[in-house]
Nanobody
Framework: QVQLVQSGGGLVQAGDSLRLSCAAS????????MGWFRQTPGKERDFVAS????????DYADSVKGRFAISRDNAKNTVYLQMNNLKPEDTAVYYC?????????????WGQGTQVTVSS
């Protein structure tokens, strides 16, 4: 199982941008689909975005469409989440994960999580 190591995140103001990264530690991605999820205290982890192996397939939660962009660089074994026009409701711990399918419920092999805080 590949270990996913996340970086990025932090404290920003509303309207700012951030980019999260998720790298497969020392190996290639073991599954074709990569995704990002987020979780706030006391709530379930919610789907944010996913991307297929070639990058041509992407899927976004309605709440982030038009603001977030997922991408991947397979040569670097890294997937990214570019977050633009951030809103306070985007505040959460963000996780990357892998999946064998595009189904939003099939992800596992989670990264360690990274906090994103958006102040108003």
């Amino acid at each position: 199982q590949v270990q996913l190591v996340q970086s990025g995140g932090g404290l920003v103001q509303a309207g700012d941008s951030l980019r999260l990264s998720c790298a497969a530690s020392g190996r290639t991605f073991s599954r074709p689909v990569m995704g990002w999820f987020r979780q706030t205290p006391g709530k379930e982890r919610d789907f944010v975005a996913s991307i297929g192996w070639s990058g041509t397939y992407t899927d976004y939660a309605d709440s982030v469409k038009g603001r977030f962009a997922i991408s991947r660089d397979n040569a670097k074994n890294t997937v990214y989440l570019q977050m633009n026009n951030l809103k306070p409701e985007d505040t959460a711990v963000y996780y990357c994960a892998e999946s064998q399918t595009i189904l939003r419920t099939n992800f596992d092999s989670w990264g360690q999580g990274t906090q994103v805080t958006v102040s108003s």
